[in-house]
């Protein structure tokens, strides 16, 4: 993986982006020895995004499957019953 500091990247960022489109190579761009951001593949984009939002669905069916779970541990009243109790 390549690594440019800001400077090199800013002159050289036509060949960078091409490089990652037709290259499908990653080059991450640092400032004083720290990693600020990558410029990768779109491919690499797509991919990251699809895993994040698959680990956001696990999370959501944990939480559901919780509340599922203490729903019927604890019971469940009808939305008209809440709304009378709330005074509604």
């Known amino acids: 993986m390549t690594r440019l500091n800001v400077s090199k ?4 960022f036509p060949e960078v982006v091409n490089r990652a489109a037709y290259g499908k190579e990653r ?4 400032r004083r020895g720290k990693d600020l951001a990558a410029v990768i ?5 797509h991919l990251l995004e699809r ?5 956001m669905d696990r999370e959501d069916l944990k939480d ?7 729903a019927k ?3 469940t009243i ?5 709304m009378r109790k709330l005074g509604d």
């Open 64 to 70: 559901a499957r919780a509340a599922l779970k203490e």
């Open 51 to 55: 895993l994040a939002q698959e680990e």
């Open 73 to 75: 541990k604890k019971g």
């Open 9 to 12: 990247a800013r002159e050289e």
């Open 41 to 45: 593949p779109i491919d690499d984009l």
């Open 78 to 82: 009808p939305l008209r019953g809440l």
């Open 27 to 30: 080059t991450i761009v640092s």
